[in-house]
């Protein structure tokens, strides 16, 4: 029989042995592993912020100016001209397009010189052979001399008869005045010879300015005249625009006239972008009205020429009045226009405030040239994002270039 303390050893529950302290090392090991994979992140993070380009935002003082007067006009240019040649001829080659900026100097087009070479070559024959006549001339000349200089020793030893002596001199003044025909007659023969060569060199048409051709009007195998003589003759090989030389005309009706002044402000605004104010000015005012519709011209220059500005483009002025005391001035912030962004028909703007983006609504009150003009948003010296990857949103970390 089984005794009463088996049975209590039975019921006895028996402990596993306690791990020893020894295989408790991958403890700090999970924990270094950690910290390195948080590390990791933060570094790759900061490695793949976004590189954007941005600027810093001014103040400046601006006039509180009226608007004086109205009125519109169009873009012309003050030195524009259709180039064609000096003679009538066939054109060989044309070297220009439309659109093609070209300098002063430069070849627009070649005439056939057929007949201009061919004269030319004359002239140049001519001239060879008048210096050619000269040069005998003065050998001759060199020979008489020394002819009348032994005359005239055989004579003082009486060796010579007097018409002897007389035949020698005359022969060295025949040679002499010879000589001075010559002379001339090699001069005229250079001048035909430039003659020549100014009418080769008329075959070949030049830019009279830099500018950008805007029209071209010929083309190998026409014929091109300077004047017009009808059929198929051309009388230009193309017009060029000389497009530093932009500025507005504007008819003032002369009932206002006395409203405006020489270098007084001016804002044009371009039919074809009725957002973009551009500062300009007055240039002069023609002193003379046009009875048939009552207008005065005036002049209007652009304070800075911008490539969107083109010729014969329609364009509406507002003449300023002049701000009289500091009560009319005002700042505001200017930033590059390419900072504004829109958002749900709101003007933001993107600040850089320690490599973290925000984004911030603004108040546009106009643009000028390049510039926007900010009512409120911004602060001066903040600094605003121009260029950057298209998903930019508040709260990303970037990485900054200054334009």
């Known amino acids: 029989m089984t005794t009463m303390s088996e049975k209590l050893d039975s019921l006895r529950i028996e402990r596993e042995e306690e791990p020893s302290s020894s295989n408790r090392w991958w403890i700090p090991v999970a924990i270094i592993a950690l910290v390195a994979i948080a590390a990791g992140a933060w570094f790759t993070t900061r490695s793949t912020a976004a590189a954007v380009t941005t600027a810093v935002a001014r ?19 003050r030195r524009q001209a259709t180039v064609s040649s000096k003679v009538t001829g066939k054109v ?20 056939d010189d057929a007949n201009a070479r061919a004269a030319y070559q004359l002239s140049d024959a001519q001239l060879q052979a008048s210096r050619a006549d000269l040069e005998e001339s003065r050998v001759r000349r060199r020979e008489a001399a020394l002819d009348l200089r032994r005359t005239r020793e055989l004579a003082a030893e009486g060796f010579a008869s007097e018409a002897e002596l007389d035949a020698a001199t005359a022969n060295v003044d025949s040679l002499d005045a010879r000589l001075e025909s010559q002379r001339q007659a090699v001069e005229v023969a250079e001048k035909a010879l430039a003659v020549a060569r100014q009418s080769l060199d008329d075959t070949v048409i030049r830019a009279p300015f830099a500018g950008i051709v805007v029209a071209k009007n010929a083309q190998p195998g026409e014929m091109i005249s300077p004047m017009s003589s009808g059929g198929f003759t051309r009388t230009g090989i193309g017009t060029i625009v ?33 957002d973009w104010q551009i500062p300009s000015h007055v240039i002069a005012i023609i002193p003379t009205a046009d009875r048939q519709t009552a207008t005065v011209q005036v002049r209007v220059g652009f304070d800075e020429l911008d490539p969107r500005i083109l010729p014969d483009m329609g364009v509406k002025v507002a003449f300023q009045g002049a701000v009289t005391d500091q009560a009319g001035v005002s700042t505001v912030v200017v930033v590059p226009r390419k900072a504004i ?32 003009y900010l009512l409120s948003g911004l602060r001066s010296g903040e600094r605003v994002v121009l260029e ?6 508040d709260g990303d970390v970037i990485k900054e270039e200054t334009a």
């Open 59 to 77: 103040e400046i003082a601006v006039g509180n100016q009226q608007t004086v007067l109205n009125a519109s006009g169009y873009v012309t240019a």
């Open 92 to 111: 060989l080659e044309v070297l220009i397009e439309e659109g093609m900026e070209v300098h002063e100097g430069q070849v627009l087009a070649r005439l």
């Open 242 to 274: 000389d497009m530093a030389s932009l500025e507005i005309e504007v008819d003032v009706n002369e009932a206002y006239i006395n409203r405006v002044s020489p270098e007084q402000r001016v804002q044009a605004t371009l039919d074809s972008y009725p």
């Open 341 to 372: 962004r829109s958002d749900g028909g709101t003007d933001i703007v993107l600040v850089v405030n320690d490599g973290v983006l925000e984004r911030r609504a603004v108040t546009v009150d106009q643009s000028s040239g390049d510039d926007a």
């Open 388 to 393: 950057g990857p298209a998903d930019l949103a």
